[in-house]
């Protein structure tokens, strides 16, 4: 008997028709907050030239910051029983101990698509190992900068306050060349460990790692394999929950918290914006310089045939996807060979998680598609974007003449 229905799933189309699922929509936010991310720590690392200063510099605001999420240290004691035994449905027999931070960090990699498994979970010990991260690409400095991450998690679940019950260590990680990233967390009163600087979270732990091999390792996590995270305790959460999740928060943690240190390593605003923008600009370049990358776009996109290559369509096209992936709402006002323009409300481009708006998402896209102009379509193109101290900007992809183009 035939079907009377065929099966539906969630998608968007692309300007072109072709549709997009939500789980590719996932995969690529992740993979597209990582790379802005990318982007602004090689600002950082043309500011300054010390690894250990840099590293130290956005692990302290990145600790600071999570620390501020939940407040006053009476507020923390809320903080804890609300957004974490509450939230993550972790029983009251358990005790109010740091270990019960892993919840936190483990929930986090699973809905950015950070694919693995926890190998212990215990009050002594938490060990946890991951196959894939979609921020391997940025650097060792966010390596780094994730266990002053982790250790706000601890913290704040601990039972004696901020008091770094754990020595915490990212002792594998893929951004540095290694086959996982693993973080341990060892009770220091159990273990006899000292209290760990920003730059000693990356040291071995006292017992033995477990080394998942080559052929049991997975490339999805389980929002994916599954369409659910489920975590120790019990607690479900949904593919749609954890994709909207990061469109706002990944945004924050690996952008947002990292820029507060940068910007003060730079010498005044004005020459943050200067390097920062022909960073990105050089970025949006390299994107479509090979004409492998090109036509794959236009593959991937569903561009027909009739479609020029000197069209700004090409352009216009893949900033509306990437709107899309970003879950940013929009319309399109104009759509011709001869531009394109592309309207949304200022706050919802810059504000994925109101309590921390990035203006500099603005700068940092501008230069980034006007970039990719030149080498998706060709120099005669540009990107700019107006009204962005407005209630509404306009991206537009419009031929211009400038004789000190860049």
Known sequence: MLKERLESVKCFKTAWGRLITEEEAYTQVNRQIAAVCANLFQVMRIFEPSW???TEAICEVANMMNMAVAGTPEEQKAYVDMSLYEAFNIPELCEK?????????????EWENMAGRVIQFTRDRVEKELDTCPWD??????????????????????????????????????GCGNKHCRVVAERRDR?????????????????????TPRERMVKEGQCLRNGQYTQAFGEETSLEKAYHWVAQM??????????????????DEDEFLRVFRIVFATAGKNQFVEPFAREGLRQH?????????????????????????????????????DE???????????????MAPLDELVDAYEAQWNGAA????????????????????????????DLRMV
């Open 52 to 54: 250990e200063k840099r």
């Open 97 to 109: 101990s740091s270990w019960l931070g892993g919840i936190t960090g483990d929930s986090g990699d």
């Open 137 to 174: 690409i940025v650097g060792s400095e966010l390596c780094n900068m994730t266990t002053s991450m982790f250790t706000a998690n601890f913290d704040l679940a601990s039972s004696n306050g901020t008091e770094n019950e754990v020595a915490l260590n990212m002792c594998q990680a893929r």
């Open 191 to 211: 273990y006899g460990l000292p209290k760990q600087e920003w730059l000693e979270h990356m040291q071995q732990p006292v017992d033995p790692i477990h080394d």
């Open 250 to 267: 990944g945004w924050v943690w690996s952008v947002q918290f990292p820029m507060m240190a940068i910007r003060e390593m730079a010498p």
């Open 301 to 337: 996109l569903g561009v027909p045939r009739w479609v020029d290559d000197n069209d700004g369509r090409l352009l216009g096209s893949y900033i509306m996807y990437m709107l899309d992936v970003q879950q940013v709402p929009y319309r399109t006002e104009r759509w011709t060979e």
């Open 340 to 354: 394109t323009w592309i309207c949304l409300k200022t706050e919802d481009f810059t504000a994925r998680y109101e």
């Open 374 to 401: 030149k080498t998706l379509v060709s120099p005669e193109w540009s990107c700019v974007i107006e009204g962005r101290d407005d209630d509404d900007m306009i991206i537009k992809v419009i031929r211009r003449e």
